[in-house]
């Protein structure tokens, strides 16, 4: 209760600080909006239903392009774990793009899908794809070999070992997998966003770059604002169930 | 409920013959003798147990009979079947108590009895609380694994290994990581669940004290490569106390033999 006040105290402050900059004409109004008038934007933005539309079309690309990334990592990632062959060949590539910022791959997807929402999609499958295939072999490795011997002491046969205990053995290392890629398809999405304007829906990241190319600043304050918003309600929503269940069973530390 | 009835009716113990049995591991460095042409009787319901200095073989002769691993000569009867490969007729009971994180304390003692195909899902809850019941732990039922200490991990992972109604228990060092006083409560366990549940047991140690409380046989190993040494019959009635005289006896005679056995090997190297 004493932490909520504090915190509610630091932002209520803050917020003062900046709206009484502004109106001593510190800085130019062009440059720094009041928070008044940033949020005054986020109203009719919201009453307008525009921010709705552009978050939506975001986040529907998002989560598409993450699922698509994760239903094809996590397979990918146990086959590596599992065969030499795949390690040798799939791994080293999943190595080698994973350290590429997945922000290079815009080019190669306008060229290859042109301003379509299949480019959006293929720049945020590449951002988690790799995360996640790496994030599963690596975990898949740490898993103590004795988890398996017991199982297989108990009745279970490979298949069966490999859902019931090896999967679930290295959920730890997944889900900060899940996060990872999570972070990077995000960061990815933004930045095809602003770099290219899609006809078939505008991205809250064309509403930012809107708001340079208008000189709307309060546009751009907002739009950021709102971008934080939705990355934190994601880790709220997407993966604190995730660590909870973690902490809960394994008894790791909370982040 | 006949079911449960059924299925927790004691499954009679199996008969275990080791015969010539020799297996080599090869590393990048060298070949590593680890068992040397050791052949073993083990009677139904019989509680035998392996003792010998470290890397000696004994744990590589437990995991050869619960087939998880193959040996390079000779073969492992049970009931005068070879055995191929792990099975839940020969249940494994390891130094760390091996249980899923994942999963709370019954679905471990349950992960084995949803290997079985008869039972339904409320039987399978039924059996397993019976076998927590019988380790003492029916109250944790519910709790996590990381939120246990380490005597009640190796109950819970002996409940887990009791559940699927093994003929053959193997027990490899299980209470070597535990305190001595959680491991006397143990000791008590073990052979109260022995008598009642009729399991043949083989249980893998290096505290000859701890063998010679435990076993009706004690069988003596000796390192490099591993060899069966000597066999000792512990004729004392049950339950045994190890703190008592007359198994300080046995124990003393038993350890006198190993340290013989650790000299002449050590005189060997030397010569």
Not at chain 1, 47 to 62: K, P
Not at chain 1, 188 to 193: D, F, H, I, P, R
Not at chain 2, 126 to 151: D, P, R, T, W
């Amino acid at each position: 209760m004493r932490r909520a006040v504090v915190v509610i105290a630091f932002f209520v402050l803050l917020l003062g600080i900046w709206e009484a900059l502004v109106r001593m004409r510190y800085w130019s109004p062009v440059l720094v909006p009041s928070p008044l008038s940033v949020a005054s934007y986020i109203k009719a933005g919201l009453l307008s239903g525009d921010l709705e539309r552009a978050s939506f079309v975001t986040m529907r690309r998002l989560i598409i392009g993450y699922v698509l990334g994760l239903v094809f990592g996590l397979p990918l990632g146990l086959l590596t774990a599992r065969f030499k062959f795949c390690e040798d060949t799939l791994g080293v590539i999943a190595l080698g793009l994973q350290t590429l910022p997945s922000v290079c791959w815009v080019p190669l997807a306008l060229l290859w899908f042109g301003q379509t929402e299949a480019a959006m999609l293929f720049v945020v499958v590449m951002g988690t794809l790799w995360s996640v295939v790496i994030a599963t072999d690596n975990g898949v490795r740490t898993v103590p070999p004795i988890y398996a011997r017991a199982a297989r002491t108990m009745g279970s046969k490979q298949l069966h070992t490999w859902i019931k205990v090896i999967v679930p053995a290295s959920l730890p290392f997944i889900v900060s997998g899940m996060k990872q890629g999570w972070a990077f398809a995000w960061r990815s999405l933004m930045a095809a966003e602003i770099y290219v304007t899609i006809l078939s829906g505008f991205g809250l990241g064309s509403l930012l770059n809107y708001g340079r190319e208008l000189q709307a600043m309060d546009q751009v304050i907002g739009i950021m604002l709102i971008i934080i918003v939705i990355g934190l309600l994601a880790d709220k929503i997407l993966f604190s169930p995730w660590e909870r269940f973690l902490y809960r069973r394994w008894g790791t530390a909370k982040n | 409920m006949t079911a449960i009835r059924e299925e927790l009716r004691n499954a009679p113990p199996e008969k275990l013959v080791v015969e010539g049995v020799s297996k080599w591991f090869r590393t990048r460095r060298a070949v590593v003798h680890a068992l040397d042409n050791v052949s073993l009787t083990i009677h139904e319901g019989e509680f035998v147990c392996l003792v010998g200095p470290s890397g000696c073989g004994k744990s590589t002769l437990l995991n050869i009979i619960a087939g998880l691993e193959i040996p390079d000569r000779g073969q492992v009867l049970a009931d005068g079947k070879p055995v191929t490969g792990p099975g839940r007729e020969r249940m494994m009971m390891f130094q760390e108590s091996a249980l899923f994180p994942w999963l709370d304390v019954i679905d471990n003692v349950m992960f084995g009895l949803k290997l079985k195909p008869n039972l339904k899902r409320k039987e399978r809850r039924e059996v397993a609380k019976y076998y927590l019941h019988l380790v003492g732990l029916e109250k944790f039922m519910a709790a996590n694994i990381h939120e246990l200490s380490g005597g009640m991990k190796q109950r819970v992972a002996l409940a887990r290994a009791l559940a699927p109604n093994p003929r053959v228990l193997l027990m490899d060092e299980p209470f070597a990581a535990l305190d001595a006083l959680t491991r006397e409560q143990l000791y008590g366990d073990i052979q109260r669940i022995w008598q009642e549940r009729k399991k043949t047991i083989m249980f893998v140690t290096h505290n000859v004290r701890e063998a010679a409380c435990l076993g009706n046989r004690v069988v003596l190993f000796s390192p490099h490569p591993g060899r069966i040494q000597e066999k000792f019959e512990i004729d004392l009635p049950r339950p045994r106390d190890i703190n008592s005289v007359d198994l300080a006896k046995y124990s003393t005679e038993i350890r006198d033999a190993l340290m013989r056995h650790m000299n002449s090997d050590l005189a060997e190297v030397a010569g």
